[in-house]
């Protein structure tokens, strides 16, 4: 499976125009030249990295992508009456993230979160590997 569903989904740029990462968002050398950014976004993927232990290994990845005051958008789905943001919001904030806001959608079934990265950059990333990307909705959780 290709990961064709993130091309759009991350992206990270800068006020000053080093634009959008286009290639396998999991892999951190297809961001080379465009990180530390000032936004990175992550909305539509969250719900798609399926372990907890990869939510966690791609949100502490984010402080190779993020200069320090960077801001990350994020959304992540609830089902079942199970609010999955929390977590999300819970991790970030473990992270060196602030959070800056958080809404959930009028039907309650989407958050979506803006942090801010209160830490340093990292000039290389924990793994080269930033995330496994299951592409099925229904096994994250």
């Known amino acids: 499976m290709g990961h064709f569903a993130i091309f759009a ?4 740029g800068s006020y000053f125009g080093k634009g959008i990462v286009n290639g396998d968002a999991t892999l951190s050398t297809n961001y080379v030249g465009a ?3 000032d ?6 993927v969250l719900g798609h990295v399926a372990e907890k232990i990869e939510l ?6 984010l402080s190779f992508l993020s200069k320090p005051g ?3 958008i994020w959304t992540r789905g ?5 609010p999955y943001s929390d977590n999300v919001r819970k991790i ?12 959930l959608t009028a039907t309650r079934n989407m958050g979506v979160g803006l ?8 000039a290389a990333p924990k793994e080269q590997q930033l995330f496994v990307f299951s592409g099925v909705p229904s096994k994250a959780r």
């Open 9 to 12: 989904q991350i992206f990270v």
């Open 35 to 37: 990180v530390p950014a």
């Open 39 to 44: 936004i990175a976004i992550a909305c539509g």
């Open 56 to 61: 966690n290994r791609l949100i502490n990845n």
């Open 70 to 72: 960077a801001f990350f």
């Open 78 to 82: 609830h089902s079942d009456g199970i």
């Open 92 to 103: 970030l904030n473990a992270s060196g993230f602030e959070e800056v806001n958080f809404k």
């Open 115 to 122: 942090h801010r990265y209160l830490g340093e950059n990292l």
